[in-house]
């Protein structure tokens, strides 16, 4: 945005003072008619318009949900408190994964063809600017419920993600990754 207000302040200027150049500063008998010329107004010049294409804005929400803790030692009001707290934590890691992803880990152990054990971690690693809070909403059972809500633009996505057009930006396919892989279909 600065940089294309400079632009249009630079063309401005330059229009303005191209003007000024043609002017005789010492008039004589023999340039007397084109300084009187040059005294009379000039027509506008015509500038380039420069158009600024709005980007779309998409609205991305966040729901959250904190429950009160038993814990006796806390006061009433502490553990509204911490239960609001948590939604609203609960509410940002829920907008961090719609913005960014969720990274997943799993491990299945296997014995006697049987799954004997099966875990799964998900992990969020964000930061999340601009998100406001529209409503933390007390619920049945001492919980409670919080709404955030941040607006984004498309090329937001089109930076953080890769979609189908990853071949056209240069992203290489695992089969050119990884040299010594098979296809599924040789074996």
Not at 13 to 37: D, E, H, I, V
Not at 78 to 86: E, F, G, N
Not at 116 to 143: C, E
Request: aromatic content about 8%; proline content about 4%.
């Amino acid at each position: 945005m600065k940089n294309r207000t400079l632009l249009f302040a630079g063309i401005i200027s330059a229009a303005t003072l191209t003007g000024c150049a043609s002017t005789s500063l010492m008039p004589n008998a023999t340039n007397s008619a084109p300084a009187a010329a040059a005294a009379q107004p000039a027509a506008p010049m015509a500038v380039a318009q420069v158009t600024y294409k709005k980007p779309e804005r998409i609205k991305i929400a966040g729901i959250g949900y904190g429950a009160e803790s038993t814990f006796s030692a806390y006061t009433p009001g502490q553990r509204r408190l911490m239960a609001i707290r948590a939604s609203k934590l609960d509410a940002y890691r829920a907008l961090a994964e719609q913005l960014y992803g969720i990274k997943i880990d799993s491990n299945t152990a296997i014995s006697t063809l049987t799954a004997k054990n099966d875990s799964f971690r998900a992990r969020v690693n964000a930061v999340v600017r601009g998100a406001r809070v529209v409503s933390v909403t007390p619920m049945a059972d001492n919980n409670y419920e919080t709404v955030l809500e941040v607006y984004v633009d498309q090329r937001f996505f089109d930076d953080t993600f890769v979609y189908s057009s990853a071949n056209e930006q240069g992203v290489l396919t695992p089969a050119e990754v990884c040299v010594q892989c098979r296809d599924a279909s040789s074996y």
